[in-house]
T-cell receptor, first 113, second 110 residues
Framework: DSGVTQTPKHLITATGQRVTLRCSPRSGDLSVYWYQQSLDQGLQFLIQ???????AKGNILERFSAQQFPDLHSELNLSSLELGDSALYFCASSVGVDMETQYFGPGTRLLVL | GQSLEQPSEVTAVEGAIVQINCTYQTSGFYGLSWYQQHDGGAPTFLSYNALDGLEETGRFSSFLSRSDSYGYLLLQELQMKDSASYFCAVRATGTYKYIFGTGTRLKVLA
């Protein structure tokens, strides 16, 4: 158990819909990262927040957005969902802004039908 | 562009030593990390090389050579539980983006 929690564990929805994934970092961690992993694919970095501010942005689609709240939990919003958005979405956290050790949550498995 | 290439699959027997390579094309990065991911599980951190050379952590060692654009993860005394996917990763300078390698599936045979 990494100490990072993600909800929900599974999510099934239809194309065109909008969903929100939630992540709570480890106690004391200020950075939150979001990743997408499609079936049998590697990890694609989406975005990083540090202490409420956006720190780095990867290949995140315009239909996707994220934020980190004052209590440091983070939400990833996915809208106008497409079949290709079906994937495992991981949240990770780290102590500092540039720490190389990231602790991953169990992931949210999203299925878009 | 920036990419990290790894062999797709490696097979070895229990007790053996295996090396998983990571070759990269990136303009600049802060260091090379390695993560392990079991099927259906989350990635877990294994090792990090900020500087060139060898880092040892128990049965796992990791190596980086910036001049050769190359790194590797060395697993010794292989155990069945080491069967998993292994990813190398870097954080790019300037953009601070994290880039993960294509991943290597390690199969350990009895």
């Amino acid at each position: 158990d990494s100490g990072v929690t993600q909800t929900p564990k599974h999510l099934i929805t239809a194309t065109g819909q909008r969903v929100t994934l939630r992540c709570s970092p480890r106690s004391g961690d200020l950075s939150v990262y979001w990743y997408q992993q499609s079936l049998d694919q590697g990890l694609q970095f989406l975005i990083q927040y540090y202490n409420g501010e956006e720190r780095a942005k990867g290949n995140i689609l315009e239909r996707f957005s994220a934020q980190q709240f004052p209590d440091l939990h983070s939400e990833l919003n996915l809208s106008s969902l497409e079949l290709g958005d079906s994937a495992l979405y991981f949240c990770a956290s780290s102590v500092g802004v540039d720490m190389e050790t990231q602790y991953f949550g169990p992931g949210t498995r999203l299925l878009v039908l | 562009g920036q990419s990290l290439e790894q062999p797709s699959e490696v097979t070895a027997v229990e007790g053996a030593i295996v090396q998983i390579n990571c070759t990269y094309q990136t303009s600049g990065f802060y260091g090379l990390s390695w993560y392990q991911q079991h099927d259906g599980g989350a990635p877990t951190f294994l090792s990090y090389n900020a500087l060139d050379g060898l880092e040892e952590t128990g049965r796992f060692s990791s190596f980086l050579s910036r001049s050769d654009s190359y790194g590797y993860l060395l697993l010794q005394e292989l155990q069945m539980k080491d069967s998993a996917s292994y990813f190398c990763a870097v954080r790019a300078t300037g953009t601070y983006k994290y880039i993960f390698g294509t991943g290597t599936r390690l199969k350990v045979l009895a």
